[in-house]
């Protein structure tokens, strides 16, 4: 899954023309907040330009909009070759997830595409959704990620985005994605603040300690910092490389347990360094 996704405004050409070259690891086009609502249909017969420019150089997914006949329009014209995902905007319920999957699986089998191969990925904007993640998470095989919409649900909440409100909804939307196999791409900190670039390096570190893979971006000043965060350090790539050399040492005299410069080294450990080295790749 990627570290970095980058929001970009569909009618904002300057904007498309640059966005294989920020160095983000995906782009999001923008048909919800980035689109005013009487462009709406401009900027969705402007997607499948746009997708067939920006694909062949980097992974190209949609955020929709949230009310239903609105999501309907932008599904048709989004699910096409190049797409790679749909971001859902202002997700609940697991019914909206089954709601979307099933349109989204009637637009793949009449345009020839592979099932299931647009995956969906759970925007949780909301008190309720924080408070149904877990079943949100449960809900669909397409559904690949979840994130957190930190502005909206501060508001949701009564408060401003400040980490005594964001950190414990952090956790609980990434625990409930790794407890059901999703990619978290969490981040507690408001992409709004996009000068304040040691806020968002402090909020991802503590992201990704929690287990988050990665998180959203408005601005290209903030694409390097999520990055580096969410890639393996050195430190962390050697360590790994010394636990699966040792791993396969210890196969061959038939030991699960082993120790490595003086720490102990068991499966889950294994499976840690694994991932580490996936990752760095």
Not at 73 to 86: R, W, Y
Not at 156 to 174: E, H, K, N, R, T
Request: charged share 20%.
């Amino acid at each position: 899954m990627w570290r970095s996704l980058l929001f970009i405004p569909v009618l904002e050409e300057r904007f498309i023309e640059k966005a294989a070259s920020r160095g983000a690891d995906a782009i999001v086009l923008d048909l919800e907040a980035g689109v005013a609502d009487s462009r709406k249909e401009e900027a969705r017969r402007a997607i499948p330009v746009i997708v067939k420019t920006l694909e062949p150089e980097i992974p190209v997914t949609v955020r929709i909009n949230s009310l239903w006949l609105p999501a309907i329009e932008d599904l048709t014209a989004c699910i096409i070759p190049g797409v790679q995902a749909i971001h859902l905007a202002q997700c609940e319920s697991v019914e909206h997830i089954k709601a979307v999957d099933g349109v989204v699986s009637e637009l793949e089998a009449s345009r020839g595409l592979s099932s299931g191969s647009i995956k969906l990925i759970a925007m949780l904007e909301s008190a309720k959704a924080v408070a149904q993640a877990p079943a949100i998470a449960n809900a669909s095989t397409r559904l690949a990620g979840l994130t957190l919409g930190v502005e909206d649900y501060a508001t949701s909440m009564g408060v401003s985005a400040s980490s005594d409100v964001l950190d414990p909804a952090a956790f609980q939307v990434i625990q409930a994605a790794r407890a059901n196999r999703l990619a978290p791409l969490v981040v507690p900190a408001s992409m709004a603040d996009f000068r304040d670039l040691e806020a968002l390096e402090s909020a991802a570190r503590y992201a990704r300690a929690l287990g988050s893979v990665g998180g959203y971006v408005v601005h290209p000043a903030q694409i390097n910092i999520l990055n580096q965060v969410f890639s393996p350090t050195a430190e962390e790539v050697r360590w790994s490389q010394a636990v699966i050399a040792a791993t396969e040492q210890a196969k061959k005299e038939g030991r699960s347990v082993f120790e490595v410069n003086g720490q102990m080294i068991d499966q889950p450990l294994i499976e840690r360094a694994a991932r580490l080295l996936q990752l760095s790749q």
